[in-house]
């Protein structure tokens, strides 16, 4: 059965450095999504993207944050200059209509 | 008033009880409702999707949308050790904004 993947399972970064976190969704989808979830927190969303541009985004998904499907496969988050309060687990996501699968998460740690 | 209302738990059953969890929600536009277990530093795992009020089975597990009292179920009938997760409801209107509650953790005795 496909899954969706994410790499790394871990990332640990300094303050104000840029980080890439990567996801390949399922092929047949074409909503893809990131979330994050800061631990011991509820699962928040972050933004959707669809036929290769921003669909909805929250509050959280400020100019520090961007996305991109550059190749037909990989869907990316880029956070530009990371502080303390990006630790979390950010999840990726990707739907053919609105049945969202998740991938396993990336652990973010801030340091 | 918070968009999605789920009370955390925990909650301890033993083997072979029927577990109801529930979720409560202020925005009437919300019309796809999900429940999401989930494990331990792992991702959602998608386990029922209703669209719109109503009832739907899968095995074990019944889920129930009363969009009137704005009000979600999920029922686990002969609950079994492996069903000890974090239960996340979650739902969204037509703009794929999916929110999520906060996730009822179930711990289920043998």
């Known amino acids: 059965e496909p899954e969706v993947t994410q790499t790394p399972s871990h990332q640990v970064t300094q303050m104000g450095q840029e980080v890439i976190l990567r996801c390949v969704p399922i092929s047949n989808h074409l909503y893809f999504y990131w979330y994050r979830q800061i631990l011991g927190q509820k699962v928040e969303f972050l933004v959707s993207f669809y036929n290769n541009e921003i669909s909805e985004k929250s509050e959280i998904f400020d100019d520090q944050f961007s996305v991109e499907r550059p190749d037909g496969s990989n869907f990316t988050l880029k956070i530009r200059s990371t502080k303390l309060e990006d630790s979390a687990m950010y999840f990726c996501a990707g739907s053919l209509l609105n049945e969202q699968f998740f991938g396993p998460g990336t652990r973010l740690t801030v340091l | ?110």
């Open chain 2, 1 to 110: 008033q918070k968009e999605v209302e789920q009370d955390p738990g925990p909650l301890s059953v033993p083997e072979g009880a029927i577990v109801s969890l529930n979720c409560t929600y202020s925005n009437s536009a919300f019309q796809y409702f999900m429940w999401y277990r989930q494990y331990s530093r792992k991702g959602p795992e998608l386990l029922m999707y209703t669209y719109s009020s109503g009832n739907k089975e899968d095995g074990r597990f019944t889920a129930q949308v009363d969009k009137s009292s704005k009000y979600i179920s999920l029922f686990i009938r002969d609950s079994q050790p492996s069903d000890s997760a974090t239960y996340l409801c979650a739902m969204m209107g037509n703009n794929n904004d999916m929110r999520f509650g906060a996730g009822t953790r179930l711990t289920v005795k043998p």
